[in-house]
């Protein structure tokens, strides 16, 4: 496969000037779009790329996405003397403005989709590399992007229900403390039911499905009592945290199944979360939650 940025590559070298700083740009960086696995994946193939060939780069980032980052009202035209547009169609208002932004700046486009040709979305660019749309398909530059580790796969499994528990129901606040703090985690998460649905496809039908998807997670967070037996049924590492005062039937279940990392409502706080969390991903946790599965029966 040839390297789609080898072309951007030699049209920056080929300027007048030589190679100028460039800012680079994308979906990712409109307030009013939106980020994907895959344009990130793209726009760090293209920086490396461009590392490698010795050219100065910024990236803008949505404000919404990347708090901390350069903002495209941040990126002054007159600093740069290159554009990249990165990933996504070429289409829209957002387009349109990014090209009056920049007018005085030679723009590139790469690894795009390209709808209308004559569009004055594609026409505004000086180079467009695209990945459909005109000329042969290209492969994607997220197949070329370099990756790091994969994090744990966390299954999310919570509760805002049990009325039945009344006054001592700590539900909302224990669900928000998690959610604030598993959000917080480098983990890929995997929000999760119990609850049986035949007729809805986000959820599992049997036992036996949920079973495996749990199967395929690394732990799971729980404040239900079916998250906690479950889980260890499959073998799988578990943080239960119990959302009742006092404690109710998940303390009870992990008392019966003797199973440490458990939590109760009132003493959950993000130290103890961290600390489990831990526990639960070294290969004490791992083999602990294995010996419960072989001490529960054959799994599915």
């Keep these: 496969m040839t390297d789609p940025m080898d072309e951007v590559i030699a049209t920056l070298r080929d300027h007048p000037d030589g190679p100028q700083r460039l800012l680079i740009t994308g979906w990712f960086s409109f307030e009013d779009g939106e980020v994907t696995a895959g344009d990130v994946l793209a726009l760090r193939a293209a920086q490396e790329a461009l590392t490698r060939a010795g050219i100065v780069h910024d990236t803008a980032w949505s404000a919404g996405f990347r708090a ?40 590139l486009a790469v690894d795009v989709s390209v709808v209308d040709p004559d569009a004055p979305e594609v026409a505004g660019f000086d180079l467009v ?24 796969v966390v299954g999310v ?77 499959a073998g799988v590492p578990v943080l239960a945290v119990d959302p009742v005062a006092g404690g109710a039937k998940v303390s009870a279940q992990a008392r019966a199944l003797r199973w440490p990392a458990t939590l109760t409502a009132d003493t959950v706080c993000e130290r103890l979360l961290d600390r489990w969390w831990a526990w639960c991903l070294s290969p004490a946790g791992r083999d602990a939650a294995r010996r419960r599965a072989r001490l529960m029966g054959p799994g599915v």
């Design 68 to 107: 901390d980052a350069l903002h495209l009202d941040a990126a002054e035209p007159d600093e740069y003397g290159h554009l990249l547009f990165v990933c996504g169609p070429l289409h829209g208002e957002q387009i349109k403005a990014l090209h009056r932004r920049y007018a005085r700046c030679r723009r």
């Design 129 to 152: 590399v695209a990945r459909d749309g005109v000329g042969r398909p290209r492969a994607d530059l997220s197949v070329r992007a370099p990756l790091g580790p994969p994090p744990p």
């Design 157 to 233: 499994v919570l509760t805002g229900g049990q009325g039945e528990y009344g006054a001592a129901r700590r539900h909302e606040a224990v669900g928000a403390l998690l959610e604030r703090w598993v959000g917080g985690r480098d983990c890929a998460r995997v929000p999760a039911e119990t609850r049986l649905d035949s007729g809805d496809w986000r959820l599992c039908a049997t036992p036996e499905q949920f079973l495996a998807l749990v199967g395929g997670w690394d732990l799971v967070l729980t404040t239900r009592l079916h998250g906690l037996v479950l889980s260890l049924r």
